[in-house]
T-cell receptor
Framework: DTGVSQDPRHKITKRGQNVTFRCDPI?????LYWYRQTLGQGPEFLTYFQNEAQLEKSRLLSDRFSAERPKGSFSTLEIQRTEQGDSAMYLC???????????FGPGTRLLVL | SQQGEEDPQALSIQEGENATMNCSYKTSINNLQWYRQNSGRGLVHLILIRSNEREKHSGRLRVTLDTSKKSSSLLITASRAADTASYFCAPVSGNTPLVFGKGTRLSVIA
């Protein structure tokens, strides 16, 4: 296994458009996390899954954001009606247990024009 | 989990010197993790130190944990230009996801 992968790596979109990002975790990891990171800041937690169940969502996550992990494997993060403030790096991570090491993907950099 | 506060916010050293960065937190923890992030990349896990451990080594990295002071330090010895990155600590408590602070930006000048 080559680690956590994310697709696309870069996305440029116009304000008001919808975007969807994909994350493929390490195969035996049942926990999957989404973070958002803006320049000069640390990653901010958005949401996480244990298998297919979404266990926690940050209050940062507006109604325009939705995440799924339909079969407990890959996950998607969709942002509807994008705004310029959504421009950020979106990071995905996976782990075996919630308290243990997280393995991060390379991120998807979103630019909303 | 709770957010750790890294200090200093930025650190600039010459290649070959040691770099020390600190992390403070507020409540008891199960473990504390350090991560590195190169510019524009994802985070890479460096070390996990459990609450019953006081010191841990990995290559040129040495991490200490003082639970009485609620603090941890990360020492990078004989730094290299490739160590230039942001470093984050993540104190872990309870069954909740990691929370990251702003990190320490380390610049190693060749």
């Amino acid at each position: 296994d080559t680690g956590v992968s994310q697709d696309p790596r870069h996305k440029i979109t116009k304000r008001g458009q919808n975007v969807t990002f994909r994350c493929d975790p390490i195969s035996e990891h049942n926990r999957l996390y989404w973070y958002r990171q803006t320049l000069g800041q640390g990653p901010e937690f958005l949401t996480y899954f244990q298998n297919e169940a979404q266990l926690e969502k940050s209050r940062l996550l507006s109604d325009r954001f939705s995440a799924e992990r339909p079969k407990g494997s890959f996950s998607t993060l969709e942002i509807q009606r994008t705004e310029q403030g959504d421009s950020a790096m979106y990071l995905c991570a996976s782990s075996l247990l919630v308290q243990e090491t997280q393995y991060f993907g390379p991120g998807t950099r979103l630019l909303v024009l | 989990s709770q957010q750790g506060e890294e200090d200093p916010q930025a650190l600039s050293i010459q290649e070959g010197e040691n770099a020390t960065m600190n992390c403070s937190y507020k409540t008891s923890i199960n473990n504390l993790q350090w991560y590195r992030q190169n510019s524009g990349r994802g985070l890479v896990h460096l070390i996990l130190i459990r609450s019953n451990e006081r010191e841990k080594h990995s290559g040129r990295l040495r991490v200490t944990l003082d639970t009485s002071k609620k603090s941890s330090s990360l020492l990078i010895t004989a730094s290299r230009a490739a160590d230039t990155a942001s470093y984050f600590c993540a104190p872990v408590s309870g069954n909740t996801p990691l929370v990251f602070g702003k990190g320490t930006r380390l610049s190693v000048i060749a």
